[in-house]
């Protein structure tokens, strides 16, 4: 029995240092998000208020009791006391479709809201992304100077020996030590951005233990989203939530005030009542209809005034809407332009690393047989470390690209 727990606490112990995948890590950070969860339940919320506006069309029901005591000089001079209990129906038959103008609007709202969810979303995908994103980069460019420092170590151990030899100059080894030195303080550096970027991920994520691995290497190229690349920018409204929760936004205002301005035209309701009383040791039942007709003729302006801030707040939805088609429209273009941009840039430094890492490949085995110098190898080392640090600039840089574009459609990447 010891040995069975022994081994799943091993076991536990395994599966809770496992790194997980960018999948599970994007979809887990989303979930948290503070603006994704604030928005779920705004969408329950707005849900909710359409059994409100619905209940508008339906009768009040309630049941009352009333305690009379009353009393007065006449011949007995005798005090009565009774007790009466009522059904109560109020019935609103008519008010010029304001109540109908508030459902639209419940319902509008309700869409707005999933809609701005929908937003809220991607928001939180470009956010989770860019923080994994920039802890990939990060992580292997800590990998790459560590590379930098170990070949500037082993060309420093080679020149030590030559020098042993009186093959190479003291000045010669000197400039090879520098060098690595310098590569161990560029590492440093690079920890120290690390440093920052995990803590970033640990704060979305609540750890940091992801794979290293670019998600979306295999969609980088034009082929792989011609749709898109070639969709007109005036595509995107229809499918982009901002835009589409901004027209729901539109609608939900232009209902609300068409409900605000139809509450100043006259109503029609219907009551009925039936009543029990019991006075005096009696008992009698009753009932009583009305229909009432009101006519409103001055509320001290309240209506009216309200009336008029819904219809401001609707002519400010619409200019906001008109402003976001026309930046809409440029954006969408350039975030095109972008993604050509960023992954032909993102092919051509992986070629340029290639041949650099060739180049240096040759001048070191040169190195050691002292047919180039100290400072001529330096260059190569610097030239790979700068093609790699490119490279992942690039990669990181296109897969930015690739989800900007993905969003600029209003498409979810993952």
Known sequence: MKWLLI?????????????????TALSEMIASDVDVRVQQT?????????????????????????????????????????????????????????DRAALTAAFSDRDQKRLGYEDTHLQAETKAATALFNLFRDQMRIEVFKRLEDNAQKFLEIAKSRYEKSLLA???MDKIAIDANNAEARRADAQLLFNQSRATVEGLLGHSRVKSEWPWEKRLSVD????????????????????????ATLETEDARSRSK??????????????????????????????????????????????YRVQAETKNAAEIRLQQMERDIGGSVKSVQDSFKLAVQQYQTRIKNLNLAKHLLEQD?????????????????????????????????????????LEHAFGHRVE
């Open 42 to 98: 705004n969408v329950s919320a707005s849900e909710a208020q359409i059994f409100a506006a619905r209940g508008a069309f339906f009768p009040t029901l309630s049941l009352q009791a009333q305690q009379q005591n009353s009393g007065g000089f006449n011949s007995t001079n005798s005090l009565s006391q009774g007790q009466v209990y009522s059904a109560v129906a109020n019935w609103n038959v008519f008010r010029w479709g304001s």
């Open 224 to 247: 792989g989203v011609k749709k898109i690349l070639e969709a007109s920018p005036k595509s995107a409204l229809e499918t982009r939530p901002d835009y589409l929760s901004a027209k």
């Open 364 to 404: 070191a085995a040169r190195f050691k047989i002292g047919r180039v110098d100290a400072n001529e190898l330096n260059l190569d080392l610097q030239r790979v470390t700068e093609a790699e640090l490119l490279a992942l600039d690039g990669v990181n840089q296109a897969h930015l690209a690739l989800m900007n």
């Open 261 to 306: 301005f139809r509450n100043m035209f006259p109503t029609v309701d219907i009551n009925f009542t039936e009543s029990q009383v019991e006075m005096g040791g009696s008992s009698a039942n009753a009932w009583q209809g009305i229909a009432t007709l009101t006519i409103p003729l001055f509320s001290g302006y309240k209506d009216y005034t309200s």
């Open 170 to 172: 003291k000045e010669e």
């Open 7 to 23: 081994l799943l606490l091993g076991l536990n112990a395994y599966a809770e240092e496992t790194d997980v995948s960018f999948s």
